[in-house]
C-alpha cells in the first residue's frame, strides 16, 4: 500500500525554479510530521527540510535555508517543497517522509521517520 507519493521533479537550469508535492493517498497526514530528505548520486541521504503537523513550524538544512520553502495544506493531504534559486549542488532524488507527531514537533531525523515515498528526481545543469 503506497503510503507517500512525490511528484514535479525534472530537469531545471542553475537559478531556476521546482515546486515538489507529496501527497499521501492512505494517510492522514495531518497526523504526521512532514520531511523532505534528497540523495545525491554517490552520497548518503540527508535531510533537507522539516514541517511540524500544525504547519507553523519548520526546519532546514544550511545549504538550502534561504531558497526552499515547505508548507502543507492538510486539507489536500499534501506538503509542498518550493524550490528557488536551484544550484547544480541540488541535484538528486527527493523524498517524502513523514512520522506520526506532537502537534509542534519539528525535528526530522531519519531513523525515525515510519513512511517514505519512492523519490522524485531533480537535475540541476545548464
Known amino acids: 500500500q503506497v503510503q507517500l507519493v512525490e511528484s514535479g521533479g525534472g530537469s531545471v537550469q542553475p537559478g531556476g525554479s521546482l515546486r515538489l508535492s507529496c501527497v499521501a493517498p492512505?494517510?492522514?497526514?495531518?497526523?504526521?510530521?512532514v520531511g523532505w530528505f534528497r540523495q545525491a548520486p554517490g552520497k548518503e541521504r540527508v535531510a533537507v527540510a522539516c514541517?511540524?503537523?500544525?504547519?507553523?513550524?519548520?526546519a532546514y538544512v544550511g545549504a538550502v535555508r534561504g531558497r526552499f520553502t515547505i508548507s502543507r495544506d492538510n486539507a489536500q493531504n499534501t506538503v509542498y517543497l518550493q524550490m528557488n534559486s536551484l544550484e547544480a549542488e541540488d541535484t538528486a532524488v527527493y523524498y517524502c517522509?513523514?512520522?506520526?507527531?506532537?502537534?509542534?514537533?519539528?525535528?526530522?531525523?531519519?531513523?525515525?521517520?515510519?513512511?517514505w515515498g519512492r523519490g522524485t528526481l531533480v537535475t540541476v545543469s545548464s
Open positions: 517522509t513523514a512520522a506520526r507527531a506532537r502537534l509542534f514537533d519539528v525535528a526530522c531525523p531519519r531513523d525515525t521517520m515510519e513512511f
Open positions: 492512505s494517510l492522514i497526514l495531518d497526523d504526521y510530521k
Open positions: 514541517i511540524d503537523r500544525s504547519g507553523r513550524n519548520t
